[in-house]
């Protein structure tokens, strides 16, 4: 695989693991004190929903925003809305307009929007598919491909907003904030916001005492049916939520660059993680827990002798949005089970 493949995959985040695995942390005692055994979905898991705001929010329109491609978009309705990854429908359903969305991509799988029609072949966005639904706004973000799509999109006359892609807890806001005014509701983009970062605060703040010794979690990106296994460094966009409940993201901690590396006996030795985080389908896609300890040097490592496993669902793990704040609290139940009872 090369590394601008990689690259483009772990931008994509939660969006491409849904893809590429098709329909289909707890620690060890040394410093901090948890119970033993397998720690995969032990926490209280939410239905897989966005929290509207309380108030439908009215679009005032037209409004102007600065796209991260350099370029100006101006929105004169949004009466038919495309987001074009699952990060960025949580927030437009959040703001209370899930109702003028007309279409989703794969990643988009929480329970308002299922019933939308899928605009994306493999890992693609489909121009066509886009543009036959009659956007009024089509809202993507830096890894959202092929090029040739979103030109053809921008072509046609649709106007089209692109984000920055959103990898640290401190991008929610931001995120939030930019959406909401390209469509025309900046007032509850401020509400969303304070809600959301109010809700993370509180996460944060229910976390137990982790010790003198953070608990390293490593970060593995699991593709079984194409024997896909990756360690995730720096920019995987995991190790923000990592130090968020109180542990080191252990591909760091290692010395790793960038986003993936393959993983190897010698690379997961090396980061030695007390704890392993995974998407739900990519445990899936390599047979669960015990697929996994046969993956190179899982089972030498301290998470693999304790299966200190935690398991998070794809659409919501890397969002970096107005669910970031259970997707804390359900990491922090998986990787303190102890403390959790």
Known sequence: MSSSTTRH???????????????LFALTACGFSTSAGEATGTGTQA????????????????A???????????????ERIIPLNGSLAEIVFSLGLGPKVVARDVSTTFEQ????????????????????????VV?????????????????AGVPLLVLDDAKRLEDVGTRIDTVA????????????K?????RITEAKADLPAVGQRRPKVAFLYLRGSASVYLLGGPASGAGS?????????????????GDFTPLTSEALVKAAPDAILVMSKGLDSVGGVDGLLKLPGVAQTPAGLDRRIVSVEDGQLLSYGPRTPQVIREIAEQLYPKAAR
């Open 9 to 23: 995959r772990a931008a994509r985040g939660p969006a491409i693991l849904l893809l590429l695995l098709g329909p």
């Open 47 to 62: 239905p897989d929903t966005v929290e509207p705001l309380p108030d439908t929010p009215t679009p005032q329109l037209p």
């Open 64 to 78: 102007t925003a600065a796209s991260a491609d350099g370029r100006t978009t101006t929105v004169t309705s949004a």
């Open 113 to 136: 929007a299922t019933a939308l029609p899928v605009i994306t072949q493999a890992h693609e966005v489909s121009a066509e598919g886009v543009l036959s639904l009659h956007p009024t």
């Open 139 to 155: 809202l993507a973000d830096r890894s959202t491909g092929p090029a040739e799509a979103v030109a053809q999109i921008r072509a």
């Open 181 to 192: 005014a390209a469509l025309g509701v900046p007032d509850a983009g401020r509400q969303l």
């Open 194 to 198: 304070e809600r959301t970062e109010q």
């Open 241 to 257: 939520l990592i130090e968020a409940v109180g542990g080191e993201d252990a591909g760091t901690a290692a010395g790793l660059s």
